[in-house]
């Protein structure tokens, strides 16, 4: 990976406190257009120091801030209730957890949903590591993400995915409806790292 040169003096201040302080070795991509239009940010930016730790930080008005610490889940809900509805009915429930867990924790994420497993098989091969876990293994993980209403007003979403170290976890996210609100987003180990291959590709 290579860094590009001059990064903004603003997006170094907001990543220093959550990566490695040799700031010049930083890989960062503008992942603005991955996401779509209409969220009031001028940029996303997703940096990766030397310890492959992973950070997003979005532009507004000129002001930078780390999707990280205490203040992350605010912020991702700020700009989840900035468009108009339920953030599940304007995404669907898998690019709503795929969104949850690449700005919070790694964008390097698949969600294992039934869309993921219609892929040519070729495709899902290059998620092999070795002979050890096969596509039988990989098929096993299949779940479709799981809404679920309460009538309190809090909501709860369950699924699975594959991360960027070749792991799988099982992830609950939940908030409430009314301002919507993301208050907790938490993974649960299934399979360890090194089980299968995340593509670098993706």
Do not use: C
């Not at 070795?25 to 779509?36: C, E």
């Amino acid at each position: 990976m290579s860094t590009p040169p001059n990064l903004p003096q603003g997006l170094i201040d907001a990543a220093a406190p959550y990566l490695h302080p040799e700031h010049t070795r930083w890989w960062r991509r503008d992942v603005t257009r991955s996401y779509g239009g209409g969220w009031p940010v001028s940029g996303f930016y997703w940096l990766i120091d030397q310890q492959n730790r992973s950070l997003h930080v979005i532009e507004q008005d000129g002001r930078f801030t780390a999707l990280a610490g205490p203040q992350a889940l605010g912020l991702a809900s700020e700009l989840l209730r900035s468009q108009p509805g339920l953030p599940w009915e304007r995404l669907g429930l898998a690019a709503f957890a795929r969104t949850l867990v690449a700005w919070l924790r790694d964008p390097r994420v698949q969600i294992t949903d039934a869309e993921f497993y219609r892929q040519p098989e070729f495709i899902l091969e290059s998620w092999l590591a070795g002979p050890a876990h096969g596509l039988d293994a990989l098929r096993q993980l299949q779940r479709e993400p799981e809404l679920q209403i309460h009538a309190d007003g809090r909501w709860t979403l369950q699924f699975t995915a594959l991360n960027h170290v070749g792991g799988a976890e099982a992830w609950e996210a939940s908030g409430q409806l009314s301002p919507f609100s993301v208050t907790q987003l938490q993974p649960k180990p299934l399979l360890a790292p090194g089980t299968f291959y995340f593509p670098d590709e993706l």
